[in-house]
DNA sequence: AAGGCGGGGAA
DNA sequence: TTCCCAGCCTT
């Protein structure tokens, strides 16, 4: 099974930018960025990071809002505030080299450790990710593989000459062949293996999650000023967007009406009245806000819109943008 | 153990 | 639409 499959990863592997490199900085944050986000999107958020911020020494001495501007739209933010805060604890001192060392750095986990060791140093931790569980609960089809199960059985199967390869040969085929809903079973390296694919029914492995349902958020924006020169708020490091730049938002809280969300935005900012713009709507994993878009004439400061922001304060901006589109239209 | 945390690709 | 992605942290 290990030499079908690294025979085929050594063949077949995709050309990938952080695997053209053995620096463990750039395949640190190129692990970073892969957390939860898929290869196609992370790509081009790699290559600028690692352009803006070529060593762990130049990310450690900029300031977090470049880092997260460098970060803008890529999503969880923490991410990259960890990033930055990690770079900053170990700038100076030689890179860890185990499993252990880099799991001792903020925003690395059990997944993360493993794959920087692994393929930076080779050290022998196997990886579970995503991929890694699909894979494993087909090859020995378990429907419900428990966290526990999963790294002891990944750590049995791993290639000791070179956990490097192994560890992404896996995630390869994961990624490639054995995908959640169309695997391409037929030209599968390692079919012969596979429990799964015996069974007849490779689908049914692993058993769907139970995710949890998508709760609607009423919120109330006010733009003071145009999309070029408006204010701004920061917004706090902890929760939704931590650390990112927008115009003011207030959340319509449980039993208020929108009514009452928008005189508690205006109040705040001493603002006394706003024209209605229109609604703007943003679908996160586990939200999706339907946003209530003010503008006003206020004496606030107003700045250029070079902060980062999210998604969301983007679309905002742009429901501006429309209407004053639409007025020389 | 469960929930919070973005955004987007693929079918 | 639905599923899920080279997960981690807090509670």
Redesign the pocket.
Known sequence: MQEQLLDWYHREA?D?P??RTRDPYKIWV???I?????????TAYYERFVERFPTVQALAEATLEDVLQAW????????AR?LHAAAKQITGQPFPETYEGW?A???????????VSSIAFGYPKA????????VLSRWFAVKEP???WLQTTADEQLFHADPSSW??A???L??TIC????PKCPVCPVKDFCKAYQSGNPTAY?A?????EV?EVQAVALIVGDQHNLYIEKRPE?????G?SGPPLEQVQAGETVEDALKRLLDRLSVPDAKHLGTTE??????HFVVRVYQAEADLPLSASTAA??????KILRLLQEKQGALFG
């Open positions: 995709r990938l952080w695997r190129s692990e970073v892969l957390q939860q986000t898929q290869v196609v999107t992370g803008e739209g890529c999503g969880y933010y923490a991410r960890n799991l750095l903020k925003g690395v986990g059990p997944y993360t450790a493993a794959a990886v579970v990710d995503g991929n890694v569980r699909r428990s966290d526990h560890n992404q896996v995630m390869e994961g990624a995908t959640p809903k169309a692993p769907p999650k139970v995710r949890a709760k902890k929760g939704l967007l931590g990112l943003h679908t996160m994993t586990h939200r922001m999210s998604k969301l304060d983007r």
